[in-house]
């Protein structure tokens, strides 16, 4: 477990980092509600998917089932991609 001081409390990184990460899923899950709510997805909303997936440079499970529920409902046809 990697920790040190900072202003007198004892940070623990990895417990950080889980924070971290859970937050950056959770908000993949929510920008990947919206654009299969809507049936749509705009070149805005795949560079936001993109900057979010990719904002601590690891994509890790849950993110990449994620993108896994777009990749499956373009291929069949349920999610058209608009303003390309």
Request: aromatic fraction near 6%; charged fraction near 25%; include cysteine.
């Amino acid at each position: 477990m990697k920790c040190c001081i900072y202003q007198g409390k004892m940070i623990n990184y990895n417990s950080t980092y889980k924070t971290i990460n859970n937050k950056s899923e959770l908000a993949v899950e929510a920008i990947v509600n919206r654009i299969i709510a809507s049936g749509e997805m705009s070149r805005q909303d795949h560079a936001l998917l993109t900057s979010t997936v990719l904002n601590n440079g690891e994509i890790d499970e849950g993110k990449r089932r994620q993108i896994n529920r777009i990749f499956d409902r373009i291929q069949s046809g349920r999610l058209k991609l608009v303003n390309w």
